[in-house]
């Protein structure tokens, strides 16, 4: 994932000249007021989402670098297909290779039945950015991604694991994406969020070849949610009225203060969607991250607390969600009712 706009200082600078909206006093630090639905009560909610979760993490960061490719990645990927197999869950693997590259990447696709035809993206990039074999040594070290992207994957699978017992109010395709990182060291766009296009690109080839076929609404992407020092970024590429729903969950489950402090333009796997017209929200911690592509992206500079505040906010957001941008969708069974799993 990359700022967009080159070195993390800029960031800083384009966060602090942000200026005034409507030359109505100082900018507020939350996304415009929207409608939002109506919220449930917080309910459901696990409190074992951030721990379960952040054993997830720790079994990744395990298998070392997963740069595509390498061991790491194979074990990570067997790692997490196993564990949604043993939820229950179909897990269909993506495998393709980039020609122009000459690299095999992996998604890995779930699909979770939430009881509506149409469907919403969650998803989370599984590969961790390659930190050897470049010119400059100074882009050579150990590198784990704990937080980016391990942390995403942990949490996609501790959500997994809830709703194969707890229906969402949504058909939800949980996305895998390889091949997120830029190949260069330095980010690159044509040669970086290579499982995201991918999806993408069959997603538009399967729509335009079946009018018939259920058609995705929303995407979510969640990407270095579990720094212990936890501060989500208002990513101006992503939807305002999503943007919108997710803070009122944080709001609905107190949690707001973790959300949307420093605005910045993000290149991630949600532009894909976007360029595809699907609304979409990264839920990203990349303004104030130290860490970020060092060797000390690591579990120390986690907590299991903030996986669980991502997670609760999602598992909130998504009936709103439903509602806001699935509302011709036919009425869905009870979707209270455990399925059984
Ligand atoms: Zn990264």
């Given at each position: 994932m990359s700022a967009g706009r080159g070195p993390l200082a800029l960031v800083f600078l384009l966060t602090?000249?942000?200026?005034?909206?409507?030359g109505a006093g100082p900018r507020s630090l939350e996304p415009p007021p929207?409608?939002?639905p109506p919220l449930p009560k917080p309910q459901d909610l696990p409190p074992d989402l951030g721990t379960r979760a952040f054993a997830h993490v720790r079994a990744l960061v395990g298998f070392g670098a997963r740069n595509p490719g390498s061991p790491g990645w194979r074990r990570g990927l067997d790692y997490v297909a196993g564990q949604f197999e043993a939820l229950g869950l179909p897990v269909r693997r993506d495998r393709f290779t980039d020609a122009k590259e000459g690299q095999t990447f992996e998604n890995l696709v779930v699909r979770i039945p939430g009881g509506t035809r149409d469907f919403v993206v969650l998803g989370a990039h599984h590969d961790t950015k390659v930190t050897e074999g470049h010119e400059d040594p100074d882009h050579n070290f150990p590198f784990v991604g704990a937080n980016d992207s391990a942390s995403g994957v942990g949490l996609l699978l501790a959500l997994a694991a809830h709703w194969a017992s707890h229906a969402p109010p949504v058909t939800l395709e949980l996305v895998l994406f390889d091949g997120e990182e830029s190949i260069p060291f330095k980010w690159k766009l044509d040669r970086a969020l290579f499982g995201s296009r991918r999806w993408v690109a069959e997603y538009r080839?399967?729509?335009?070849?079946?009018?018939?076929?259920?058609?995705?609404?929303?995407?979510?992407?969640?990407?270095?949610v579990a720094a212990a020092d936890l501060?989500?970024?208002?990513?101006?590429?992503s939807d305002r009225d999503l943007k919108s729903i997710?803070?009122?969950?944080?709001?609905?489950?107190?949690?707001?203060?973790?959300?949307?402090?420093?605005?910045l333009a993000v290149t991630d796997d949600h532009l894909?969607?976007?360029?595809?017209?699907?609304?979409?929200?990264?839920?990203?911690?990349?303004?104030d991250n130290p860490q970020w592509h060092t060797r000390d992206d690591t579990l120390e500079h986690?907590?299991?607390?903030?996986?669980?505040?991502?997670?609760e906010v999602v598992l909130t957001a998504l009936p709103?969600?439903?509602?806001r941008y699935l509302e011709a969708e036919p009425a869905a069974p009870d979707r209270t009712e455990p399925r059984g799993r």
């Open positions: 602090a000249t942000a200026g005034c909206r409507d929207v409608e939002v080839r399967l729509i335009q070849k079946d009018d018939a076929a259920p058609r995705l609404r929303a995407m979510i992407l969640l990407d270095m501060q989500l970024d208002d990513d101006s590429n997710v803070l009122a969950a944080a709001k609905a489950c107190g949690h707001e203060r973790y959300f949307f402090r420093r605005t894909p969607f976007r360029e595809a017209g699907i609304p979409v929200v990264d839920l990203i911690d990349l303004a986690l907590a299991p607390s903030s996986l669980q505040v991502v997670g709103a969600v439903a509602r």
